[in-house]
């Protein structure tokens, strides 16, 4: 990070505390149906929940990896070599041509699935294609439901702004900044 007097300086990232059950899924929390004709409030949304609730899903996708791992092991690494590689790749060109970094800014949802089907159809050929909708894909989508769904409290909301301002880095942080989405975070 660049600092006032013109040098860079560290940051570190720092992951946040896993929530509480009630904040996250039970009796505080609460849920709505986004709005789908305002995509960028429902974007915002998505991402502000993303951050708030990062160390959540990252448990929760661990449990559903640690359960896929368990029946289909072999299956389950290539699918998670498979995906990274794929998702390493897209960084890099969005890094280095000018009109993918357009297309991932623009259009991230997109991104996201052409990743996600660049993945699935290498897997086809390789024959993983159940390990890889079951241990990966399937709890993407239910992070990506929950984000959907959850409504911001006032400290999901404060929290989100620290993480804006460049207070906080966060790895879920660093994941939206590779996708293009940094300047979404904490609006």
């Known amino acids: 990070m660049l600092s006032a007097n013109g040098t860079w300086t560290k940051m570190d990232v720092?992951?946040?505390?896993?929530r509480t059950l009630d904040d996250y899924i039970l009796g505080s929390a609460r849920f709505a149906v986004p709005d789908i004709r305002n995509l960028e409030r429902w974007n915002n949304?998505?991402?502000?929940?993303?951050?708030y609730y990062q160390?959540?899903?990252?448990?929760?996708f661990l449990a559903v990896l640690g359960i896929v791992g368990y029946f289909q092991p072999f299956h389950l690494f290539l699918g998670a070599t498979v995906v990274t590689l794929m998702f390493m790749g897209f960084v890099w060109a969005a890094e280095n041509q000018a009109q993918i970094r357009r297309f991932r800014r623009n259009h991230p949802s997109l991104?996201?699935?052409a990743i996600l089907a660049a993945s699935y159809f290498?897997?086809?050929?390789?024959?993983?294609?159940?390990?890889?909708?079951?241990?990966?894909?399937?709890?993407?989508?239910?992070?990506?439901?929950?984000?959907?769904?959850?409504?911001?409290?006032?400290?999901?909301?404060?929290?989100?702004?620290?993480?804006?301002?460049g207070l906080k880095r966060t790895p879920m942080g660093l994941l939206l900044e590779s996708l293009g989405q940094e300047q979404e975070a904490g609006s």
């Not at 949304?45 to 951050?51: A, D, G, K, P, S």
């Not at 160390?55 to 929760?60: E, I, M």
């Open 45 to 51: 949304r998505i991402i502000n929940n993303l951050l």
């Open 55 to 60: 160390s959540n899903y990252f448990v929760s």
């Open 122 to 165: 290498f897997l086809t050929v390789l024959g993983g294609v159940a390990v890889f909708l079951f241990g990966i894909a399937f709890p993407i989508l239910l992070i990506l439901i929950h984000a959907s769904v959850r409504l911001r409290s006032l400290k999901n909301k404060l929290e989100n702004k620290l993480e804006s301002i």
């Open 111 to 113: 991104a996201l699935c």
């Open 14 to 18: 720092q992951p946040p505390p896993i």
